[in-house]
C-alpha cells in the first residue's frame, strides 16, 4: 500500500545542484522513517541520509555539508538536496522508508529509482 516515487534525477556538471524529491502513497510520512540509498555502478547501495519521524537525519561521512534532507509532511514529500556535486556521487537514489529507523540498507519500502549523474 505505501508507494515512493522519486523525481528530480538528471544530468548535472560537477559542482552543481540536485534537488530529489519523493513523493509518498498510502500512508502519511509522519508515519515513517524515510531515507535516501544510492547505488553506484559496480558499488554496494548505501544509505546516503536518513530522516526519522522526529525530525533527526543522518548523513554518510562522504556527503555531510553538502546534502540535506529534509520532510513536509504536508506534502507528503521527502526531499534530497544535493549540492556541491562531484562525479562520484552518480548513482540510482532509491527513496525508502520504513517503521523502523534503518541506518544500513534493508528498508521495508522502496522506489522505482532516479538516475543522478555528474559531469565533469
Known amino acids: 500500500q505505501v508507494q515512493l516515487v522519486e523525481s528530480g534525477g538528471g544530468l548535472v556538471q560537477a559542482g552543481g545542484s540536485l534537488k530529489l524529491s519523493c513523493t509518498v502513497s498510502?500512508?502519511?510520512?509522519?508515519?515513517?522513517?524515510m531515507g535516501w540509498v544510492r547505488q553506484a555502478p559496480g558499488k554496494q547501495r548505501e544509505l546516503v541520509a536518513g530522516?526519522?519521524?522526529?525530525?533527526?537525519?543522518n548523513y554518510i561521512d562522504s556527503v555531510k555539508g553538502r546534502f540535506t534532507i529534509s520532510r513536509d509532511n504536508a506534502k507528503n514529500t521527502v526531499y534530497l538536496q544535493m549540492n556541491s556535486l562531484k562525479p562520484e556521487d552518480t548513482a540510482i537514489y532509491f527513496c525508502?522508508?520504513?517503521?523502523?529507523?534503518?541506518?544500513?540498507?534493508?528498508?521495508?519500502?522502496w522506489g522505482q529509482g532516479t538516475q543522478v549523474t555528474v559531469s565533469s
Open positions: 525508502t522508508a520504513d517503521w523502523y529507523v534503518r541506518l544500513g540498507i534493508l528498508w521495508n519500502y
Open positions: 498510502g500512508r502519511t510520512t509522519r508515519d515513517l522513517h
Open positions: 530522516i526519522s519521524t522526529g525530525g533527526r537525519t
